[in-house]
């Protein structure tokens, strides 16, 4: 893949002034670009690597079971939407259901206000 390779150039370029963000779980991203690191944020933000060696940092401080369980419950009159556990955020799916986006912009706003 040479979006890896193209990633390190610009890095050094740039003299290492380069983050990714990215939706997905940083773990998925450092399989995606080895061998090269860089600073990285992992979905939207929650997981953060500040340095290219660092652990990585949870930016969550809420219990995500109690919150996809509502959202589970919250959303089971909709039989073709589905929730995707991420580990530190929740995503709700209805993009089969484009009828049912409204209701569950509304059930995720709700649940996420109540858990914080």
Request: charged share 20%; glycine share 8%; with cysteine.
């Amino acid at each position: 893949m040479r979006l890896p390779a193209l990633l390190g150039s610009l890095s050094r370029r740039l003299g290492g002034a380069l983050a990714l963000v990215r939706g997905r779980r940083l773990h998925d991203l450092d399989r995606m670009l080895l061998p090269f690191t860089f600073p990285r944020a992992g979905l939207h933000g929650i997981e953060l690597r500040r340095t290219a060696a660092g652990s990585i940092e949870q930016l969550v401080s809420v219990d995500m079971r109690q919150a996809a369980a509502s959202l589970q419950a919250a959303i089971s009159p909709f039989p073709q939407v589905w929730l995707e556990d991420k580990g530190s955020s929740l995503a709700i799916h209805y993009r089969a259901v484009p009828t049912a986006a409204v209701s569950c912009i509304e059930i995720g706003e709700r649940i996420a206000e109540h858990h914080g």
